[in-house]
């Protein structure tokens, strides 16, 4: 499929609108005749023959041409516009609808300046594409075509020397898309490139400013920029080298009808009236021709943009999440069956390699290691943000593979190290992964994460917006927020990734406590570095460089005297 059947498969739905605005056009473009016409006879009728009488209607017609033509031009060009309006409206919704498709995978490649570029430049070229490009092809169709026939009748001979130059510019027009194709796709990826950094510079401002690393971002700025500028500079070349063409064969039209039909009009075989009004016409050759140009640039750009955005919209991901939604009761066993895997793009380096344990609804189970030992990977795949490689990873005794996706996450909880809350009030923050909870349940799941006491202490209480990424809040608190969120969704899992690194010991224990009494029928897993976060677990799984060294309880683990052991005396050494 080519891009513009693409286009056309958000456009056909529309095709009596589509039909209507191209009949409009195409009276609108019969009635562009009329007035040269009309003019031919103001000079052979009425000054030529002093036929006076007819100067009144004569004018009076050509007044009426002139408005009916701008209401059906108006008519038409909104029509234009509803459907381009109609076209990006579904085409921005189908790329919202993938994106919250894509998995993991897709978001570690793909840069959120990138995904923001094809958003909204990219949108915007297709419906300019659509709401104005399209309609002026078919009005230089059109006028083309009307002023052929209509200058034919007039004098075939001279519409004849006027057209012969017509392959002339279909070779120009042709040479110039060929040359301009490529400048484009460049333009549209510098684009990407120079948004891309904005994007970071703006999301990374308290590193770059805590760094004073603002001269170095400027000159990243300025590179792309520049880069920006000269691939644009490169599309203006283009132009530059083939619209003055363009233009000269269009006037040199002017000076053909005047030459041409002034010796036909000496030799007596064209009248002056005839030739005012062939002159009237002349703009219907002439300015299809000088759109052309423009007409190829902005279609270049269409094209470029639609093989952005479609290459989003095609993009498979290797975990698909089903439409219909499947409300099948998780009870919360989790086993992990000789699991290993590796990222897709780092097949030789396995992250996570042959682990096998299990777990019980109301059990908890610890997970330690160093930075980078794979703890975070290991949990990803219970939730499926990611598939094993080889091995399976059983949710009540069923592949996760097979669960239906929706469905599985809908009994997970999550609180992510990266906590990332939206610029949003804090109740509807805590109730966004159920929000049907009612305000005391979202006030009870906050006094568990201990987060009721400073929230009840701000301005607007739960009412208070929370800027963007949380913007306004300790790293505890927005932790303890996130805590409360995932506490909210009553999961059937719950899985704490370093929840409490940025609380303090004490009200660590605090949420500990609490914690144990809602999480009775639920299954936890603890990732955390300090053993008082996980040591009350009834597994702790030890990990070094994704393989699991050592799993046991606390005091099995302190009792083998092995690497648990060893942290653990450290970690005692530092507490004490
Ligand atoms: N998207 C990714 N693509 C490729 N490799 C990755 C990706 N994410 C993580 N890794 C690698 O996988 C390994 C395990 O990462 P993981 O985040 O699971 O570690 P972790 O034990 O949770 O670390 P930390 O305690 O620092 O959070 C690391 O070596 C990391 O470099």
Redesign the pocket.
């Known amino acids: 499929m080519n891009n513009f059947q693409w286009i056309w498969s958000y456009m056909k739905k529309d095709v009596v609108k589509i039909i209507t605005a191209i009949i409009l056009l195409i009276i609108s473009s019969l009635l562009i005749i009329i007035n040269p016409l009309l003019s031919g006879r103001i000079i052979d009728d009425v000054l030529t023959n002093q036929e006076t009488g007819l100067l009144v209607p004569i004018l009076l017609g050509m007044i009426v041409v002139t408005v009916l033509r701008s209401i059906l031009r108006y008519l038409y060009q909104i029509t234009f516009e509803r459907i381009g309006q109609n076209v990006i409206f579904e085409v921005r919704e189908d790329m919202f609808l993938k994106l919250q498709e894509l998995d993991?995978d897709f978001f570690?490649h793909t840069r959120v300046g990138d995904i923001m570029a094809r958003m909204t430049g990219d949108t915007e070229a297709i419906r300019h594409f659509v709401c104005w490009v399209t309609y002026n092809i078919l009005e230089c169709i059109f006028w083309f075509l009307a002023a052929v026939i209509v200058m034919g009748t007039i004098s075939w001979k001279l519409m004849l020397c006027l057209v012969a130059i017509t392959p002339l510019i279909f070779i120009l027009t042709q040479k110039m898309s060929k040359e301009a194709h490529p400048v484009f796709f460049k333009i549209r990826e510098s684009f990407s490139k120079l948004n891309s950094m904005v994007e970071e510079n703006i999301s990374g401002n308290r590193v770059v400013k805590a760094f004073s690393r603002e001269a170095y971002e400027i000159e990243k700025f300025n590179e792309r920029n520049e880069d920006y500028k000269k691939r644009n500079m490169d599309s203006a070349k283009v132009s530059k080298k083939y619209l003055p063409w363009l233009d000269g064969f269009a006037g040199s039209l002017n000076l053909i009808a005047l030459v041409v039909g002034g010796i036909f009009v000496i030799q007596g075989s064209m009248t002056i009236g005839d030739l005012v009004a062939f002159n009237g016409f002349l703009w219907m050759l002439n300015m299809p021709m000088r759109m052309s140009g423009w007409l190829i640039n902005d279609t270049q750009r269409f094209q470029a943009s639609c093989i952005k955005i479609r290459e989003m919209i095609t993009t498979e991901s290797s975990i698909t999440v089903e439409t219909e939604k499947d409300t099948k009761i998780m009870q919360g066993y989790v086993d992990f069956d000789d699991v290993s895997f590796h990222?897709s793009?780092?097949p030789d380096?396995f992250?996570l390699e042959n682990i096998s344990f299990s777990a019980k609804p109301g059990q908890t189970v610890g997970i330690l290691?160093?930075?980078?030992?794979?703890?975070?990977?290991?949990v990803?795949l219970i939730a499926r943000f990611y598939d094993p490689t080889s091995g399976q990873v059983l949710i009540d005794g069923i592949n996760a593979t097979e669960w239906p996706i929706r469905n599985l996450r809908e009994h997970i909880a999550m609180v992510m190290?990266d906590v990332f809350l939206f610029s949003n009030t804090i109740e509807e923050n805590i109730a966004f992964g159920n929000p049907y909870v009612d305000a005391s349940y979202i006030r009870r799941v906050a006094e568990i994460a201990d987060a009721n006491a400073f929230i009840e202490r701000m301005p607007e209480g739960y009412g208070t917006i929370v800027g963007e990424r949380g913007v306004g809040l300790s790293g505890g608190q927005k932790q303890r927020i996130s805590l409360a969120r995932a506490l909210a969704k009553d999961p059937s899992i719950l899985i704490l990734?370093?929840t409490t690194s940025a609380v303090d010991m004490e009200t660590e224990t605090k949420i500990q406590t609490e914690l144990n009494k809602i999480t009775q029928d639920k299954t936890t897993f603890i990732?955390a570095?300090r053993i008082s976060s996980v040591r009350e677990a009834d597994l702790i799984l030890l990990?070094e460089k994704?393989r699991v060294v050592e799993q046991g309880t606390h005091q099995e683990l302190v009792e083998k005297g092995g690497e648990y052991f060893k942290v653990y005396q450290k970690q005692l050494g530092e507490e004490v």
Do not use: P, R
């Not at 290691?369 to 290991?378: A, F, Q, R, V």
């Open positions: 993991f570690n990222f793009d780092d380096n992250v290691g160093e930075t980078g030992s794979g703890k975070t990977t290991l990803n190290q990734d370093d990732i570095h990990l994704g």
